[in-house]
C-alpha cells in the first residue's frame, strides 16, 4: 500500500515538476549530440488539430500535448490497476500482516474493511465478535511459541489450523480465507502492477 501511495506522489511530482528536468536533460543530450534543438519560444504549427500557426509555442506542445498527457495517462493505469477495492484488499492484508507477533494488527481497520469488502460474508454482529477474536489473538500470538516467526497471512492461516486456533478464531479464520482466494482478476491486476513497481 505504502508503495501505491508514494506512487501516486512521485507522479504528482513528476506531472507538477518533471517537465523543467526533462528539458533540461534533453538538451544537455542534444548540446552533446550536436543535435538541433528548436527554439522553446517559437510558435509552433499544429497541423493535425485546427489550431492557427501562431497558436502556441513550441515549449508548450512539447510540455501540455506530449509531457502532461504522458504523464496523466500513467496516472490513469495506476488508478485502473489499484481500483477502491484493490486498494481496500491490499489495506486489508497489510493490516492483518503477521510478522513481528501481529504487531502491525490494526484491528479497527480489519473490522471496517471485511465489512466494507465482504459484507455478504460478515454480519454486524460477526463484525462485533471479529473485534473480540482479533483482540485475544493480538494477546496471543506474542506468547504462543507455536503461533510466532510468521511471515505471511497464508502461515497464519495454515499455523492458526494446526493449533487448533481456527476454532477459537473462526472469524479470524473466515476473513483470512477469503482474503486468500481473491477473485483471480483482482488478484491478477494487483500483483501484476506491483511487479512492475
Excluded at 538538451?27 to 552533446?32: A, H, Q, R
Excluded at 500557426?53 to 508548450?60: L, S, W, Y
Excluded at 460477526?126 to 483482540?135: F, G, H, M, P, Y
Excluded at 497464508?154 to 477473485?183: F, G, Q
Aim: hydrophobic share 40%; net charge negative.
Amino acid at each position: 500500500m505504502d508503495d501505491v501511495v508514494t506512487t501516486e506522489k512521485l507522479i504528482q511530482n513528476l506531472r507538477d515538476n518533471g517537465c523543467d528536468n526533462l528539458i533540461s536533460d534533453v538538451t544537455l543530450f542534444c548540446g552533446k549530440q550536436g543535435i538541433i534543438l528548436p527554439n522553446m519560444a517559437d510558435f509552433c504549427a499544429d497541423y493535425i488539430r485546427s489550431r492557427a500557426k501562431n497558436e502556441i509555442t513550441v515549449e508548450h506542445h512539447y510540455r501540455c500535448d506530449i509531457f502532461t498527457v504522458a504523464v496523466d495517462q500513467q496516472a490513469q493505469e495506476l488508478n485502473c490497476r489499484f481500483s477502491e477495492q484493490a486498494t481496500e484488499l491490499l489495506r486489508l492484508c497489510t493490516s492483518l500482516d503477521p510478522r513481528d507477533s501481529l504487531s502491525s494488527l490494526k484491528i479497527d481497520v480489519v473490522c471496517s474493511l471485511a465489512s466494507k469488502v465482504y459484507p455478504a460474508d460478515f454480519s454486524e454482529q460477526e463484525i462485533s465478535t471479529l473485534r473480540l477474536q482479533l483482540q485475544h489473538c493480538a494477546l496471543d500470538v506474542p506468547t504462543n511459541s507455536m503461533l510466532q516467526i510468521l511471515t505471511t497471512i497464508a502461515n497464519l492461516c495454515l499455523r492458526l489450523a494446526e493449533t487448533r486456533k481456527s476454532d477459537d478464531y473462526y472469524l479470524i479464520d473466515r476473513l483470512i480465507r477469503l482474503v486468500l482466494t481473491l477473485p483471480v482478476s483482482t488478484a491478477e491486476r494487483v500483483f501484476f502492477y506491483s511487479e512492475i513497481f
